[in-house]
């Protein structure tokens, strides 16, 4: 599915609306908190050598000075996010 929208929507744009973030880009701006998810369970899923745009992208969002000053601080949310996962692991068992 992340291969359609890289392929389909994104294509060889800089941000799904051409040059400049779009309401596009906030929509899928939801990508951003993948990495949250990657670090957690130990896997990736935006690769550069997989999603190259997409990966690429993702980069650039998240370098735009708006969404650069709300995005949460990864290192400061890993040890809630590490417990909840240890809670729910430890609960599916």
Known sequence: MLKIVQDEALGDQKFFGGNTLSLVD??????????????????????PTTLPRLHQWMQDFKE?????ENLPDL????????????HLVSTNK
Request: aromatic share 8%; net charge neutral.
């Open 64 to 68: 735009e000075p708006l969404i650069k």
């Open 26 to 47: 906030l929509c899928y701006g939801w990508l951003t908190s993948l990495r949250y998810v990657e670090r957690v369970m130990g896997l990736q899923v935006l690769e």
């Open 75 to 86: 290192e400061a949310k890993l040890p809630e996010l590490e417990t909840l996962r240890k």
